[in-house]
T-cell receptor, first 110, second 114 residues
Framework: QKEVEQDPGPLSVPEGAIVSLNCTYSNSAFQYFMWYRQYSRKGPELLMYTYSSGNKEDGRFTAQVDKSSKYISLFIRDSQPSDSATYLC??????????FGGGTRVLVKP | DTGVSQDPRHKITKRGQNVTFRCDPI?????LYWYRQTLGQGPEFLTY????????KSRLLSDRFSAERPKGSFSTLEIQRTEQGDSAMYLC????????????FGAGTRLSVL
């Protein structure tokens, strides 16, 4: 079993819909939870960063962490075609390596 | 540009050749990380540095791989006697230090071994 599990998709939604992404993880020592967006043949771009449990909102993006269930989510409101990309969850401990999910490919259709 | 910089962006080599990649982290970031990403997968950790000290190496980092960060600034990743299985995107990231684990990535170096 992988340390971080993520549905590979693709997840196809119409423009304006809410995109819902999630990951599960197994290591309870993880403290930092991140979401990255990656366009084809580009490096990962940091979208959201959360420490410990709770919600965090930034514009159209909302990240949720439930440490008791070892479950993290990312919601994208009012999705745009430019949101079409692969979304990677990444989890880590202080100052250490990140463990990534396999990524979910998202397609937002105009 | 104050982001993480990687060079070259793309490297094509023949099997058996040596290759070297360079990463320049964000200024004053004392932690530097290397990851490898194959098609359809998430990045996998290879190694990381705190200043010039290499603190951890993954079992993915075989004897043919070596990384350095001689002055605690830029880093190089060398692959000797490349194999077709080494074809991947090599990503570099940097972070402020031990207290914060917010890692910022470069654009990556895509290696193609023929």
């Amino acid at each position: 079993q992988k340390e971080v599990e993520q549905d590979p998709g693709p997840l196809s939604v119409p423009e304006g819909a809410i995109v819902s992404l999630n990951c599960t993880y197994s290591n309870s020592a993880f403290q930092y939870f991140m979401w990255y967006r990656q366009y084809s043949r580009k490096g990962p771009e940091l979208l959201m960063y959360t420490y410990s449990s709770g919600n965090k909102e930034d514009g159209r993006f909302t990240a949720q962490v439930d440490k008791s269930s070892k479950y993290i989510s990312l919601f994208i409101r009012d999705s745009q075609p430019s949101d079409s990309a692969t979304y990677l969850c990444a989890i880590g401990a202080a100052g250490n390596k990140l463990t990534f999910g396999g990524g979910t490919r998202v397609l937002v259709k105009p | 540009d104050t982001g993480v910089s990687q060079d070259p962006r793309h490297k094509i080599t023949k099997r058996g050749q040596n290759v070297t990649f360079r990463c320049d982290p964000i200024s004053e970031h004392n932690r530097l990380y290397w990851y490898r990403q194959t098609l359809g997968q998430g990045p996998e950790f290879l190694t990381y540095f705190q200043n010039e000290a290499q603190l951890e190496k993954s079992r993915l980092l075989s004897d043919r791989f070596s990384a350095e960060r001689p002055k605690g600034s830029f880093s190089t990743l060398e692959i000797q006697r490349t194999e077709q299985g080494d074809s991947a995107m090599y990503l570099c990231a940097s972070s402020e230090g031990a207290a914060k684990n917010i890692q910022y990535f470069g654009a990556g170096t895509r290696l193609s071994v023929l």
